[in-house]
Nanobody, 115 residues
Framework: QVQLVESGGGLVQSGGSLRLSCAAS????????MGWYRQAPGKQRELVAS???????DSADSVKGRFTISRDNYKNTLVLRIHNLTPDDTAVYYC?????????WGQGTQVTVSS
């Protein structure tokens, strides 16, 4: 069983920054893929960025250069550092973990960016 708990969301003005954290607990494989997704009102949930156990990163074009994803395999934490936020970044951000046949989600953390 795996549990994911996100934190760090909030209300920020355009151009501001946030640091989102995800704490993972339970039985986690070393090769697990972890990432951040987001879902804005009226839109599909989309991948923001993911990182493998080998630190290979995949990210959406809309966030490249502004978002940085990192993981600590010993502490089983996942961090998303966000800079130069825009209102288009407003969404619920979810931590995700994939391993073997299983996929896990956190409860989400709200990010709201004002103009």
């Amino acid at each position: 069983q795996v549990q994911l708990v996100e934190s760090g969301g909030g209300l920020v003005q355009s151009g501001g920054s946030l640091r989102l954290s995800c704490a993972a607990s339970g039985t986690i494989f070393r090769i697990a893929l972890m990432g951040w997704y987001r879902q804005a009102p009226g839109k599909q949930r989309e991948l923001v960025a993911s990182v493998t156990s080998e630190n290979n990163v995949d990210s959406a074009d809309s966030v490249k250069g502004r978002f940085t994803i990192s993981r600590d395999n010993y502490k089983n934490t996942l961090v998303l550092r966000i800079h130069n936020l825009t209102p288009d970044d407003t969404a619920v951000y979810y931590c995700n973990l994939k391993q073997a046949l299983w996929e896990y989600w956190g409860q989400g953390t709200q990010v709201t960016v004002s103009s």
